[in-house]
């Protein structure tokens, strides 16, 4: 069992802090993240939370998922590593990808223009 687990189905109005207070009341919650589009800013609806330990993890699995959130059923579970979900853009990364995305993406590259130089 993983510390990192996964939360669907949440309502786009659900922030990350929603997040940390909702798993709090199981353990200690080391990282909350919603996930948003890169383009809009807007929440997909899923995020990520790290728990202290394995056993709050299974907690909040055994206390959240199916509950009810803002009108939604939750789902929780254990997060899978990306490779395991055939994603070929895993080397973008789970954490860092969305955030260092923003600076890395069209605008990093473009913006360089070193090759072109030369």
């Known amino acids: 069992m993983?510390?990192?687990l996964y939360v669907g189905n949440l309502s786009y109005g659900v922030s990350s802090s929603d997040l940390q207070t909702l798993f709090a009341q199981y353990g200690n919650v080391q990282s909350a993240q919603v996930i948003e589009d890169r383009e809009t800013g807007r929440s997909?609806?899923?995020g990520f939370v790290e728990m202290g330990s394995?056993?709050?993890?299974q907690?909040?699995?055994?206390?959240l998922n199916g509950q009810s959130h803002d009108g939604r059923p939750l789902t929780v579970n254990e997060a899978k590593p990306r490779e395991d979900r055939g994603g070929g853009g895993g080397f973008r990364g789970g954490r860092g990808g969305g955030g260092g995305g923003y600076g890395g993406g069209g605008g990093g590259g473009g913006g360089r223009g070193g090759r072109s130089r030369y």
């Open 59 to 63: 907690s909040a699995i055994s206390g």
């Open 54 to 57: 394995d056993e709050e993890a």
């Open 44 to 46: 997909k609806g899923f």
């Open 2 to 4: 993983g510390k990192k």
